[in-house]
Structures are given as C-alpha cells and as structure tokens.
C-alpha cells in the first residue's frame, strides 16, 4: 500500500514563504512523475508544479519565478518551496504521485492535503 505523508503547511504573511514536503511510502520500485495541485473556496482545483523523475518541471503561470519544485528520488519526497507569498496561494495544497511501480499494481495516488494560508 501506497501512502503519500504531507508536511509544512501553515500561516505566513504576504511576502514570506514556506516549504511543502510529500513523502511517499510502501514498496514502491519508481515514480514517474510528482507534484503538487491546490484547491482554494470557491475555485478550481489547480496544477501548481509537477517534476518528473529525469528532472523536469513544469508549472502553472501564477506561481512561475515564486515557487521551485524538487525531488529526492531516493527517498521517494518531493518538495515545494515557495516563496513571495501571496493571499491568493491560500489554498489546500495536496499531494500526487503518478505512475508509482509497485510489487504488485502501478497507480496514482494522493495525499491528505495540507492547508497553506498567507494573511495580507
């Protein structure tokens, strides 16, 4: 079983930042890609950064040259730093993996979400 753990969430005021991070768990083989999507009232969830394993990126346009995505292959974690922090990033920010090998099944799962709320 495939569990997808969530970490650094919290209050921070416009303009300061914060670190995600998502640890995957189980018996996993590789992951073929990992991201992060957020979900604020009233709107659509939305793609903010996803990294594949060879490295790349992509990310959506609000959060281009303020947030960096990365990864640790090795322990199967993937991390958001965002910085310049704004009250529109107020947000449920959540977890993916796609594509995750493992012994048995290949899939795409999803953490728990971890609420990020930038005060103005």
């Known amino acids: 079983q495939v569990q997808l753990v969530e970490s650094g969430g919290g209050l921070v005021q416009a303009g300061g930042s914060l670190r995600l991070s998502c640890a995957a768990s ?13 979900l604020a009232p009233g709107k659509q969830r939305e793609l903010v950064a996803v990294i594949t394993g060879g490295g790349s990126t992509n990310y959506a346009d609000s959060v281009k040259g303020r947030f960096t995505i990365s ?10 730093q965002m910085n310049s922090l704004k009250p529109e990033d107020t947000a449920v920010y959540y977890c993916m993996s ?4 493992t012994t048995t099944v290949v899939g795409d799962y999803w953490g728990q979400g971890t609420q990020v709320t930038v005060s103005s």
């Open 26 to 38: 189980g018996s996993i083989f590789s992951i073929n890609a990992m991201g992060w999507y957020r």
């Open 71 to 80: 990864r640790d292959n090795a322990k199967n974690t993937v991390y958001l």
């Open 98 to 101: 796609r594509g995750v090998l």
